[in-house]
C-alpha cells in the first residue's frame, strides 16, 4: 500500500514562480525524502529530512516535516523548466524494515 | 564509478516467457532493491536485499523471484512473464545501517528497464 499520497497530481506553473507540493503518509517515520524524476529516468535524490527536524533546505528547495500532522511539503523556489520533472516523497517507517515506501507523486510542469 | 546499472534497457517478452533482469552497483552498497513504476501508481517495491546471500520480499512479490550472490549485483527473475507484468522496472541500491541505526538513507537509481508482455 502507499504510504505517501502527493498533493497535488499535478502543478503547472510559468518560470520563475514558485511551485509548493504536499506529501501525507500515515504511520511514524524516522525519516521522509523527496526524490525527482525526469521522463524516461530513474529517481534522483534531493533531500531527506530526519523526523526530529521541522525544516530544511538545499539551494532551491525547501522541505517541511509536521510529524503531528503526518505531512510533508517541498518547495521549489524561483522554477525554472529544467525543474519539469516527477516528484515523489518517500518515507521510511518507524519498525518498517530496511526499505522506503514510495507515494504516488506530483508531476511538474515549469513553463517559458 | 558507473553508480546503478541496468541490463537491458528494453525487452519484450510472450506470454509465458521468462527472463532476468541484471542490476549492478559499484559504490559497495549492502542494501539493493528492486522496484516496479505503473502510470499512476508511482513506486512498488517488488523484492529486496541487506546483503549478499540474503533477500525479502517487498510489497508486491508475486510472480517475481531475485538472488543476491555477489555484493554488486541483484537479478529479478520472472519464470513466466504475464501481461500484468508489463511494467518499468527500476533497481536501487543505499548504505548499509550505521551505528546500529535502523534508519533508511539515500536510494540510488538505476535507470531503468522498460518490460512489455504480449
Known amino acids: 500500500s502507499q504510504q505517501g499520497e502527493e498533493d497535488p497530481q499535478a502543478l503547472s506553473i510559468q518560470e520563475g514562480e514558485n511551485a509548493t507540493m504536499n506529501c501525507s503518509y500515515k504511520?511514524?517515520?524516522?525519516?521522509l525524502q523527496w526524490y525527482r524524476q525526469n521522463s524516461g529516468r530513474g529517481l534522483v535524490h534531493l533531500i531527506l529530512i530526519r523526523s526530529n527536524e521541522r525544516e530544511k533546505h538545499s539551494g532551491r528547495l525547501r522541505v517541511t516535516l509536521d510529524t503531528s500532522k503526518k505531512s510533508s511539503s517541498l518547495l521549489i523556489t524561483a522554477s525554472r523548466a529544467a525543474d519539469t520533472a516527477s516528484y515523489f516523497c518517500?518515507?521510511?517507517?518507524?519498525?518498517?524494515?530496511?526499505?522506503?515506501?514510495f507515494g504516488t507523486g506530483t508531476q511538474l510542469k515549469v513553463e517559458l | 564509478n558507473a553508480g546503478v546499472t541496468q541490463t537491458p534497457k528494453f525487452r519484450v517478452l510472450k506470454t509465458g516467457q521468462s527472463m532476468t533482469l541484471l542490476c549492478a552497483q559499484d559504490?559497495?552498497?549492502?542494501?539493493m532493491y528492486w522496484y516496479r513504476q505503473d502510470p499512476g501508481m508511482g513506486l512498488r517495491l517488488i523484492h529486496y536485499s541487506v546483503g549478499e546471500g540474503t533477500t525479502a520480499k517487498g510489497e508486491v512479490p508475486d510472480g517475481y523471484n531475485v538472488s543476491r550472490l555477489k555484493k554488486q549485483n541483484f537479478l529479478l527473475g520472472l519464470e513466466s512473464a504475464a501481461p500484468s507484468q508489463t511494467s518499468v522496472y527500476f533497481c536501487?541500491?543505499?548504505?548499509?545501517?550505521?551505528?546500529?541505526?535502523?534508519?533508511?538513507?539515500?536510494?540510488?537509481f538505476g535507470p531503468g528497464t522498460r518490460l512489455l508482455v504480449l
Open positions: 536501487a541500491s543505499s548504505y548499509p545501517i550505521r551505528g546500529g541505526s535502523s534508519f533508511q538513507e539515500t536510494q540510488y
Open positions: 518517500a518515507t521510511d517507517e518507524t519498525g518498517g524494515g530496511n526499505k522506503l515506501t
Open positions: 504511520t511514524s517515520i524516522n525519516n
Open positions: 559504490m559497495n552498497h549492502e542494501y
